[in-house]
Structures are given as structure tokens and as C-alpha cells.
């Protein structure tokens, strides 16, 4: 009973409750998608890490999963998430450290990459720009221009498009700021 009050808070202050399938939290190592998935777990629920992938974990939810992977760097991390990527993966959420300029550019490549692949698609994608609270952090839009994504994103209000939706929003998971607002819009586009 505990768990399932529990499960009713966290996920419908995500706009997640009553929705199921797979979410990957995808990002740079050191971008915060541990510490945000730590944020949704209960002390009741375990964190699983998959013994052969030292960069995934993940953690269930009422119908939700919810999988970390860790990108950059290495070739073999799309041959990982191409793996997870089943067809039940409803949303993807991209995560960035805000703060930490001299990634941005390494951040694109990766951002760039899951944006052009086929078998990604037009799943919604939900791109956080984390450490809001650090010295350094840049603004939305600072942040926008570097990734590339002036002009291709849905606006925050959501609503139907034929295009992938996808927006960005600005957070700081230490703080608890930011990241709901950011799971209300993607959670429009989950079934
Ligand atoms: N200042 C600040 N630090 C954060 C925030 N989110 C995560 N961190 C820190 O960033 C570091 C990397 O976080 P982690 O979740 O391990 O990143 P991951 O590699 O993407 O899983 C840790 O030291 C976190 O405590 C945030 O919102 N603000
Ligand atoms: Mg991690």
C-alpha cells in the first residue's frame, strides 16, 4: 500500500502515472542521470546494474522503466543503447551538464547522433540542462544555440506535431528544480 501511494506521487508528479514502457536517460558521463534516477527511487526499491554494462542501470516503477546510459567516448555505447532501444522505448531523456562548457561540444556529437538514427525515430526527446545552481551554468538559450537546436524544438506548451517532438528545459535535479516541468511536457507524448 506504501508502495503504490508512493509510486502515485513520484509518477504523477511526473505526468507518468497510468503510462508504461521503457525511458532511457542517455547524456555524458557526469551529467547527472544517476543522481536523477537515485531522486525517483524510494529507499524500498533497489537500482539494478546490468553485471555486464558498468554504464547502465536501471530501476522500475509501477509500468515504467527507467534505464541510465552512459555516452561519449566510446564506440561500443550505441551498440548498448541500440540494445535497450526495443520497441517499447517510449521517451528518451538527454541529459547535459549545463555548467560544464568545454562537454557542450561533445554533448552535440552525441545529441546529434541519436537525432539522426533510424532506429531512434520520432521518439519524444526531453533535453535537460542540468546544475542550473553551479557557478558557470549557461541560460536556455546559450544552451539551445550550442546543441543546435534553435528553431527545431516544439515549444513548451506541447501539443500535437507532426514533427519529433522535443523540447529543453533547464534543472537543477540537486536542488529539485526544473525536471518535473520537463517530464509534465514529455509525458504528453507517452502512452
Ligand atoms: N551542483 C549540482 N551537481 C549535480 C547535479 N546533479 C548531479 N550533480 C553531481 O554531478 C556528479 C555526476 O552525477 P551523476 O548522477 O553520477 O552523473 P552520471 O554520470 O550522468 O550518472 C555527481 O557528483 C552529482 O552529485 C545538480 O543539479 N547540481
Ligand atoms: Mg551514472
Same mark, same amino acid.
Given at each position: 500500500?506504501?508502495?503504490?501511494?508512493?509510486?502515485?506521487?513520484? %509518477?504523477?508528479?511526473?505526468?507518468? =502515472?497510468?503510462?508504461?514502457?521503457?525511458?532511457?536517460? *542517455?547524456? $555524458?558521463?557526469?551529467?547527472?542521470?544517476?543522481? %536523477?534516477?537515485?531522486?525517483?527511487? @524510494? !529507499?524500498? &526499491?533497489?537500482? =539494478?546494474?546490468?553485471? +555486464?554494462?558498468?554504464?547502465?542501470?536501471?530501476?522500475?516503477?509501477?509500468?515504467?522503466?527507467?534505464?541510465?546510459?552512459?555516452?561519449?567516448?566510446? *564506440?561500443?555505447? /550505441?551498440?548498448?543503447? #541500440?540494445?535497450?532501444?526495443?520497441?517499447?522505448?517510449?521517451?528518451?531523456?538527454?541529459?547535459?551538464?549545463?555548467?560544464?562548457?568545454?562537454?557542450?561540444?561533445?554533448?552535440?556529437?552525441? &545529441?546529434? /547522433? $541519436? *537525432?539522426?538514427? !533510424?532506429?531512434?525515430?520520432? /521518439?519524444?526527446? #526531453?533535453?535537460?540542462?542540468?546544475?542550473? !545552481?553551479?557557478?558557470?551554468?549557461?541560460?536556455?538559450? =546559450?544552451?539551445?544555440?550550442? $546543441?543546435? %537546436?534553435?528553431?527545431?524544438?516544439?515549444?513548451? +506548451?506541447?501539443?500535437?506535431?507532426?514533427?519529433?517532438?522535443?523540447?529543453?528545459?533547464?534543472? @537543477?535535479? /540537486?536542488?529539485?528544480?526544473?525536471?518535473?516541468?520537463?517530464?509534465?511536457? $514529455?509525458?504528453?507524448?507517452?502512452?
Amino acid at each position: 500500500m506504501f508502495l503504490i501511494n508512493w509510486f502515485y506521487g513520484i %509518477l504523477s508528479s511526473l505526468g507518468l =502515472y497510468h503510462k508504461s514502457g521503457k525511458i532511457l536517460f *542517455l547524456g $555524458l558521463d557526469n551529467a547527472g542521470k544517476t543522481t %536523477l534516477l537515485h531522486m525517483l527511487k @524510494s !529507499d524500498k &526499491l533497489g537500482t =539494478y546494474q546490468p553485471t +555486464q554494462h558498468p554504464n547502465v542501470e536501471e530501476l522500475t516503477m509501477g509500468s515504467i522503466n527507467f534505464t541510465t546510459i552512459d555516452l561519449g567516448g566510446h *564506440l561500443i555505447a /550505441r551498440r548498448l543503447w #541500440l540494445e535497450y532501444l526495443q520497441d517499447d522505448v517510449s521517451a528518451i531523456v538527454f541529459l547535459i551538464d549545463s555548467s560544464d562548457q568545454e562537454r557542450f561540444r561533445e554533448s552535440k556529437q552525441e &545529441l546529434d /547522433r $541519436l *537525432l539522426t538514427d !533510424d532506429q531512434i525515430g520520432k /521518439r519524444p526527446f #526531453l533535453v535537460l540542462g542540468n546544475k542550473i !545552481d553551479k557557478q558557470g551554468a549557461v541560460s536556455e538559450m =546559450y544552451l539551445k544555440g550550442a $546543441l543546435g %537546436l534553435d528553431g527545431l524544438t516544439t515549444g513548451k +506548451q506541447g501539443g500535437p506535431t507532426n514533427n519529433r517532438p522535443i523540447e529543453i528545459f533547464m534543472c @537543477s535535479i /540537486r536542488n529539485q528544480m526544473g525536471f518535473r516541468e520537463g517530464f509534465q511536457w $514529455l509525458s504528453q507524448y507517452v502512452q
